[in-house]
């Protein structure tokens, strides 16, 4: 009978597991868990796709997050900048479209609405791209194996 895989009975497992699909070194997991490297080698097509799709979920809501908070702090610099102009203050003026203007950058890059000047946009983080992820990984569902397989090609493609 073969023997039971040891990081799947471990009362750590969950963030052994977190750790791997976030792309930590092994050794430094084996070492903050005690465990050796190959059994994490040989744990990691245990790992559920679920955990792989919940993680890049997670990176999704954050830039998400990470957008909302930019378009509004843009908005505020809007609105102040027009209040300084019908003061009268052109100085503050500037400085505050000046200011609107760097926090808008960002938002047209990833928007795409902004010519290229070399600036590369991570795609594995777009909408439309986990959509396509996630059909693909539920078509994979009878096959666990190719699944974990496709994961960790997928990684080491965005980590490049």
Same mark, same amino acid.
């Given at each position: 009978?073969?023997? %039971?895989?040891?990081?799947?009975?471990?009362?750590?497992?969950?963030?052994?597991?977190?750790?791997? /699909?976030?792309?930590?070194?092994?050794?430094?997991?084996?070492?903050?868990?005690?465990?050796?490297?190959?059994?994490?080698?040989?744990?990691?097509?245990?790992?559920?796709?679920?955990? +792989?799709?919940?993680?890049?979920?997670?990176? +999704?809501?954050?830039?998400?997050?990470?957008?909302?908070? #930019?378009? !509004?702090?843009?908005?505020?610099?809007? !609105?102040?900048?027009?209040?300084? $102009?019908?003061?009268?203050?052109?100085?503050?003026?500037?400085?505050?479209w000046?200011?609107?203007?760097d926090?808008?950058?960002? #938002? #047209?890059?990833?928007?795409?609405? #902004?010519?290229?000047?070399?600036?590369?946009?991570?795609?594995?983080?777009?909408? %439309?791209?986990?959509?396509?992820?996630? /059909?693909?990984?539920?078509?994979?569902?009878?096959?666990?194996?190719?699944? /974990?397989?496709?994961?960790?090609a997928?990684? $080491? /493609?965005?980590?490049?």
């Amino acid at each position: 009978m073969a023997r %039971q895989c040891s990081i799947c009975t471990h009362p750590q497992r969950d963030e052994i597991d977190q750790a791997i /699909v976030l792309g930590e070194k092994y050794r430094t997991i084996a070492n903050r868990y005690e465990i050796s490297e190959s059994a994490l080698k040989r744990h990691k097509k245990h790992i559920s796709a679920a955990i +792989v799709d919940a993680e890049r979920q997670k990176a +999704v809501s954050g830039t998400a997050k990470m957008l909302k908070e #930019l378009s !509004r702090g843009f908005d505020s610099l809007a !609105r102040a900048a027009d209040k300084a $102009e019908e003061e009268g203050d052109d100085k503050r003026m500037a400085y505050l479209w000046k200011t609107a203007a760097d926090l808008a950058t960002p #938002l #047209l890059k990833i928007a795409g609405d #902004l010519p290229g000047d070399g600036t590369t946009i991570n795609i594995y983080q777009a909408p %439309q791209w986990l959509k396509i992820q996630a /059909v693909i990984f539920r078509e994979l569902q009878p096959y666990p194996d190719i699944r /974990v397989r496709l994961a960790e090609a997928l990684k $080491e /493609v965005e980590d490049s």
